[in-house]
């Protein structure tokens, strides 16, 4: 006997209400194991991997590449053979003759032109789900619950609930306002644990670690050869970089500052030092050079180590500095994040943006250290050209980018004379920082930078 089994989009928990498809594992018609990925999805930054609690026949994808889907939606219906399928169309049934009818959900509230997202154009209901038996006693009624029908629990509930195979629509909370507290599902589980089943365990990663190539699908060429055309859906980690630059151009007023700076004595630092301790403490790049000026600069400028919540309307000045170092990855543009800038010495500075960049270029870097920056460095190294307008990392407040070093003839002391020559193009948000305080924050920057000596100087 043979029965359908429905896998719902998982609440992935801190507070995620709908996530996108980024790729298929599978296609109707295969036949797939139990704890075998089916599906990564995408959240902010991080993409999750769907694992088969069940073993069976794929039947039907519930959505396409590149959807957003609800937390709760049907994702994937699977043809489960045998006692299984049988128990499981057995339990269905007596879950919904039991059931409730589900109350309708509200009308979404009025969301603001600024951030509304393209319309996405839901997919055709699937069948009922038929839930197996370990978990019927607390499957949900509803699959497209509201912000409102959302239990109310903390981001670390919901994971732990998550794992306990637990749906938090059927614990009664004993907070404030119906919030579910740990006592609340501590008492769910003790009294239910018998019929509770965890789901596999899936697997959270980088959004570069799991969008392979074929997660961004592309449409037939068109035209003949020499003049077709590619059409590219842009899906995943693109187009979360997207509507990240995006929304950050609408919404912050940029204004951009360029300074050359002489860096012919920093370089001669900095390739001093790698041929003394290079071999036992590792080359440094002009980076971590750089981090250590700009976190000696900081405290007399706290407005720039700042971040804007332009929705509370409060700026948030940091003592720490938490530097993001954008770097390109096989997935796209990511910023991991130098917790603690200021403690860091050049060679613990360079190991640490060294870890990372490989970090986010395998897609290993957590979720922690792609998020918190409190202030970025833009750096396209031989490449960076000679003048930069980099885009701010919302809701930073400035971002300070590095040109090429190039060799030119200088005048000093009415000599001619060959110098290390470097621009700094940086940009800054005019709701936060006025004109001249970056002007004066980069004239210091460049005073560091053109005698290293002071870095060092308390």
């Known amino acids: 006997m043979s029965s359908e089994h429905v896998i719902k ?90 059931a409730p009818a589900p109350a309708p959900s509200p009308a979404p509230a009025p969301v603001s032109a600024a951030v509304a997202p393209a319309p996405v154009q839901a997919p055709a209901p699937l069948p009922a789900p038929i839930t197996p038996p370990a978990v019927a006693a ?39 306002g119906g919030r579910i507290m ?52 842009i899906v995943g980690l693109r187009r979360k970089i997207a509507e990240k630059m ?76 938490h530097l993001g170092v954008a770097a390109q990855t096989p997935a796209g543009l990511m910023v991991p994040v130098l917790r603690h800038a200021e403690s860091h010495d050049l060679w613990s500075c360079a190991a640490e943006i060294r870890r990372l960049a490989e970090a986010a270029r395998s897609g290993r870097a957590t979720r922690d250290e792609l998020s918190g920056s409190t202030i970025t460095i833009s750096s396209l190294g031989a490449l960076g050209g000679i003048v930069t307008t980099p885009v701010i990392n919302s809701p930073e407040v400035a971002i300070v980018g590095v040109n090429r070093i190039v060799e030119r003839p200088m005048i000093r002391n009415g000599q001619v004379v060959a110098r290390q020559m470097m621009n700094l193009s940086s940009s800054f948000d005019h709701r936060v920082v006025d004109g001249q305080d970056a002007a004066e924050f980069i004239q210091a920057l460049r005073g560091l930078m053109e005698s290293p000596a002071l870095l060092f100087i308390d």
């Open 138 to 176: 607390h499957a949900p009624q509803d699959l497209g619950l509201s912000l409102a029908d959302k239990p109310i629990a903390s981001p670390s509930l919901r994971r732990r609930a998550w794992e306990l195979g637990v749906d938090l629509a059927q614990v009664r909370g004993s907070g404030l």
């Open 246 to 321: 995006q929304d950050a151009k609408r919404r912050i007023p940029h204004f951009s500052y360029v300074e050359e700076v002489d860096v012919t004595e920093l370089e001669a630092l900095r390739l001093k030092l790698n041929a003394q301790y290079g071999a036992s403490r590792g080359k440094l790049t002009l980076l971590p050079l750089l981090a250590r000026a700009i976190v000696r600069t900081l405290p007399d400028f706290p407005q720039i180590n700042a971040r804007l919540d332009d929705e509370a309307g409060v700026i948030n000045r940091f003592d720490a500095v």
């Open 9 to 98: 989009m998982p609440d992935i928990g801190e507070g995620i209400v709908e996530v996108e498809v980024v790729a298929w594992r599978v296609q109707a018609g295969d036949q797939v194991s139990e704890d075998q990925i089916l599906a990564d999805v995408m959240t902010d930054k991080a993409t999750v991997e769907i694992p088969s609690p069940v073993k069976g026949r794929v039947l039907a994808l519930g959505g396409e590449v590149g959807e957003l889907m609800r937390v709760g939606s049907a994702l994937i219906r699977i043809e489960v053979e045998g006692e299984a399928g049988a128990s499981a169309a057995a339990a269905s049934a007596a879950s919904a003759a039991t």
């Open 182 to 233: 740990q006592a609340d599902l501590d008492a769910f589980v003790a009294s239910h644990g018998s019929q509770l089943r965890p789901p596999a365990p899936a697997v959270v990663a980088v959004a570069a670690a799991s969008v392979a190539p074929a997660s961004t699908p592309r449409l037939p060429r068109s035209g003949s050869r020499g003049d077709g055309v590619e059409a590219i859906r």
